[in-house]
């Protein structure tokens, strides 16, 4: 079962609330915190469908440009052994680690597309 949903490129997390019965969503991967809410799947896909609408006419009114571009460029610490693994990997593969990494997190990232 997933737990997210995509609409015009942009995806949200959606999580139960049992309390109040509802289901509850917030879009990712941008700074703005945009939620929504609904009591049932489809009524949920309706109201993300309406966030991520409401979003992009409020940046178009107030001239804000809609959630910014990623560069591109990611910088992560890992465990000295897992480094050497991952460059193990990627010289096994004949490929440079970046090159080896961005496969590896295309896969791993392939539903959020």
């Given at each position: 079962?997933?737990?997210?949903?995509?609409?015009?490129?942009?995806?949200?997390?959606?999580?139960?609330d049992?309390?109040?019965?509802?289901?509850?969503?917030?879009?990712?991967?941008?700074?703005?915190?945009?939620?929504?809410?609904?009591?049932?799947?489809?009524?949920?896909?309706?109201?993300?469908?309406?966030?991520?609408?409401?979003?992009?006419?409020t940046?178009a009114?107030?001239?804000?440009?809609?959630?910014?571009?990623?560069?591109?460029?990611?910088?992560?610490?890992?465990?000295?052994?897992?480094?050497?693994k991952?460059?193990?990997?990627?010289?096994?593969?004949?490929?440079?680690?970046?090159?080896?990494?961005?496969?590896?997190?295309?896969?791993?990232?392939?539903?959020?597309?």
């Open positions: 079962m997933t737990n997210t949903m995509s609409y015009k490129g942009y995806s949200a997390r959606v999580e139960y049992d309390e109040d019965g509802i289901f509850v969503g917030r879009i990712a991967g941008i700074r703005d915190v945009v939620g929504f809410h609904a009591d049932s799947v489809s009524e949920l896909k309706e109201a993300f469908h309406e966030a991520v609408e409401d979003y992009l006419e940046c009114s107030i001239g804000k440009e809609p959630q910014k571009a990623f560069s591109g460029q990611m910088m992560f610490r890992v465990s000295p052994d897992l480094h050497r991952a460059a193990v990997a990627a010289e096994l593969a004949g490929k440079s680690l970046n090159q080896w990494a961005e496969d590896v997190l295309s896969r791993a990232t392939v539903d959020f597309r």
